[in-house]
């Protein structure tokens, strides 16, 4: 009934910049909140981001300062830009939406992508 797509992932150099974005689709009635984790191999998957629908944000303190997660509502995608990138930034990053869907009833399920690989290197 969802779907989110990602897109935006890539090689980039250290100091360099890339914007994720990640759309969701499908019979969408509201999205509570969306967000952005990722997950490095040997370790777990993380909390990178989140925003709410009325524009409340939440980093992880190794971002702060250097991500910033925004959203268009309208088009029920968020983005992550992510500037001044480290080596320690490569890990596979996954897009999460807390959604209520026109078949719910009020019920809020979460809903995950697929992930797309962001690579920091020289």
């Known amino acids: 009934q969802v779907q989110l797509v990602e897109s935006g992932g890539g090689l980039v150099q250290p100091g360099g910049s890339l914007r994720l974005s990640c759309a969701a689709s499908?019979?969408?009635?509201?999205?509570?909140?969306m967000g952005w984790y990722r997950q490095a191999p040997g370790k777990q998957r993380e909390l990178v981001a989140s925003?709410?629908?009325?524009?409340?944000?939440n980093y992880a303190d190794s971002v702060k300062g250097r991500f910033t997660i925004s959203r268009d509502n309208a088009k029920n995608t968020v983005y992550l830009q992510m500037n001044s990138l480290k080596p320690e930034d490569t890990a596979v990053y996954y897009c999460n939406a807390r959604i209520r869907t026109t078949q719910s009833l009020g019920a809020i399920y979460d809903y995950w992508g697929q992930g797309t690989q962001v690579t920091v290197s020289s």
């Open positions: 925003i709410t629908s009325g524009g409340n944000t």
């Open positions: 499908g019979s969408i009635f509201s999205i509570n909140a």
